[in-house]
């Protein structure tokens, strides 16, 4: 039996005075060797819940987590808590892995981090049956599911756990996952398991979806007007755009780096562990990067391009804000993104099937791209939690005008089959807005298009508003876009009620809203820190963090020198009553903590 309980590994360890949520639940379900299905956001405080089992556990616990740089990050902020932690990856040589295997069978680790791929190697389960096992901890477990955002099939073949240690608890983590995902985690790597989900609301972070019309320049507003010296993620869908968006940001000043599946190994590896390490630094990236990147203080993620479903919008989403102060969700959106989003489902290689689960997730990232409501509200429907507008995404800050939208729409359908009429085939999105507004061009000259009924019939709507209005079209399956055809436009069966007036619709109206930022939600209060106390203990972060060789977040995260800013400590103590500080360090850092404080004063 544990001579600790889990309330003093939490205080003394990791320095909080009480459990978020239902994790006391999950590590007391744990503890009494049952498994457990954890679905937590992004910074919701799950690996706690096998963390502090590893630690009251007889033997070494297993966490199986698929990307090097979050074992490196967990590895190394659980040393600097005194825990006994490790990792077993491509990155060890012979000897070290060697020396990491004798620890094991020796019992002398708490916790060993290990990919998926190794462990399914015969030498791995041969090690691990010479091991007292405390439990396994299977991170990121929505790659189980072949339906998934992020399917590998390793991760299938984890049910080799189940049936070759029965005896030992397993728990499923993660952050994203629909019901049919849960079930099949549950079905492939656990038996019995209790289930226990988390709000997937983060309401620290603010959504916003602008327009896009001239997306680098607009990215570079938002980062120099509202995060000017943050650290901040960027997603592109294409390599090529990556190098030039990070080429564009470091030619405007800001501090960026590129990161791709196609770079030089080296180089991208320097490029990941500079965003890790530096304060401030801005990667831009394609989705290859990120999933269990641990770090806390990225205040903004950006897309260029929209993501494929909202789980993956809302797991990329996440990695913002992940200490819970303020952060931002920021996207650009195009009828070229619903283009190309489509395009690539009817691409694929793979069967009817997934094309159209593909096709009904990217309807929903639709969805949520063209609400005229709280996108929070929407967000979190998706996943089956009801809730009330947020007050703090773009749509409940500045709502958008809406208006009866019905005969615009009509005008529309109608000249997309007047011309595909006139012309024998069909046209694109530029043409046929030419076409609306009366424009005479060589085009509309050429096929005799300036003779049609619907020539002009659109002259005092501006191309903005016809463009947000046919991708809207779009995103509701009223109107198609052949790829295979030079993206022309198609009506489709759907668009018939709407021609023949027995539907109408009622869409927002095109805006350039730039709401000013409005830091609602917060950790502390900002006016009661003492700002220059903080960046000293900022900076005096950094110092510690370099002579480590760690992340500055590894030694304090933001929010605890924000609390030693508005406290001001005098004793150790009092400084032991202040959250993220354990005994561990208190003992290393509290006297230069007490020091710099009293300095200040």
Not at 4 to 19: M, N, T
Not at 291 to 318: C, N, W
Not at 415 to 432: D, E, K, S
Request: aromatic letters at 6%; hydrophobic letters at 40%; charged letters at 25%.
């Amino acid at each position: 039996m544990p001579t600790r309980s889990p309330s003093q590994v939490l205080k003394e360890v990791f320095g909080y005075d009480a459990f978020r949520g239902f994790q006391r639940e999950v590590i007391e379900q744990v503890l009494a060797g049952g498994d457990a299905l954890v679905l937590m956001p992004t910074g919701g405080g799950k690996s706690l819940t096998y963390q502090i089992p590893a630690l009251l556990r007889n033997g070494v616990a297993i966490v199986i987590s698929p990307l090097i740089a979050l074992m490196q990050d967990q590895v190394a902020a659980l040393d600097e808590l005194g825990v006994r932690a490790a990792l077993l990856n491509s990155t060890l040589t012979a000897r070290e892995a060697a020396a990491v295997e004798a620890k094991m069978r020796a019992g002398q680790l708490d916790l060993v981090y290990i990919a998926p791929e190794r462990l399914l190697t015969e030498r791995c389960l041969e090690l691990l049956d010479e091991c007292t096992l405390a439990l396994f901890a299977i991170d990121e477990a929505h790659c189980v599911s072949q339906w998934g955002h992020d399917f590998r099939p390793e991760y299938g073949r984890l049910s080799i756990l189940r049936a070759r240690w029965p005896g030992v608890p397993r728990i499923a983590l993660t952050a994203t996952a629909d019901v049919p995902t849960r079930r099949e985690i549950g079905e492939k790597l656990l038996v019995d398991a209790r289930e226990f989900v988390a709000s997937f609301d983060r309401p620290n972070i603010r959504y916003r979806i602008v327009e896009k019309y001239q997306p680098r320049e607009q990215l570079l507003r938002f980062i120099r007007d509202e995060h000017a010296g943050d650290a901040g993620i960027v997603y592109c869908l294409a390599r090529n755009t990556v190098e030039e968006v990070a080429e564009f940001l470091v030619g405007h000043g800001i501090e960026a780096a590129p990161y791709h599946a196609g770079m030089e190994a080296a180089t991208r590896a320097t490029n990941q562990r500079r965003f890790k390490e530096r304060e401030g630094q801005v990667i831009v990236a394609t989705i290859a990067f990120g999933m269990g990147i641990d770090k806390p203080d990225v205040r903004f993620v950006a897309h260029l391009d929209m993501p494929k479903s909202i789980e993956g919008y809302f797991q990329e989403t996440g990695r913002a804000g992940r200490d819970g102060l303020p952060a931002d969700a920021w996207m650009t959106y195009g009828l070229q993104d619903v283009v190309q989003q489509r395009r690539l489902i009817e691409l694929s290689q793979a069967d009817d099937q997934y094309k159209r689960l593909s096709t009904a997730k990217l309807d929903s990232m639709l969805g949520l791209a063209e609400t005229a409501d709280c996108r929070r509200v929407r967000l979190l429907d998706y996943f089956g939690e009801a809730s009330a507008p947020c007050g703090n995404c773009d749509n409940c800050l500045s709502p958008p005008a809406r208006r009866d939208a019905t005969e615009d729409a009509r005008k529309l359908l109608s000249c997309i089959y007047r011309c595909q009429q006139a012309g024998g085939f069909g046209f694109a999105a530029t043409h046929i807005i030419d076409v609306l507004r009366g424009k005479h061009t060589e085009k509309t000259q050429k096929f005799h298009h300036d003779k049609l009924s619907t020539f002009g019939i659109g002259a005092d709507v501006s191309e903005a508003e016809w463009r947000l209005l046919l991708r809207q079209l779009v995103a509701l399956n009223l109107v198609e876009v052949d790829y295979a055809r030079f993206n022309v436009l198609r009506l489709t069966e759907a668009s018939r009620a709407l021609l023949k007036g027995e539907r109408r619709i009622e869409l927002r109206r095109h805006a350039e809203r730039v709401p000013k930022p409005k830091r609602t939600i917060a950790m502390i209060p900002v006016d009661s820190v003492d700002d220059a106390l903080f960046q000293r203990l900022r900076a005096w972060r950094s110092e510690v963090a370099k002579e480590h060789g760690v992340p500055a977040y590894v030694v304090f995260q933001d929010g605890t020198l924000q609390a030693i800013a508005q406290r001001r400590p005098k004793t150790l103590e009092e400084l032991r009553g202040i959250g993220g500080v354990g005994d561990k360090k208190l003992e290393r850092y509290g006297a230069q903590l007490l020091t710099l404080v009293t300095d200040a004063a």
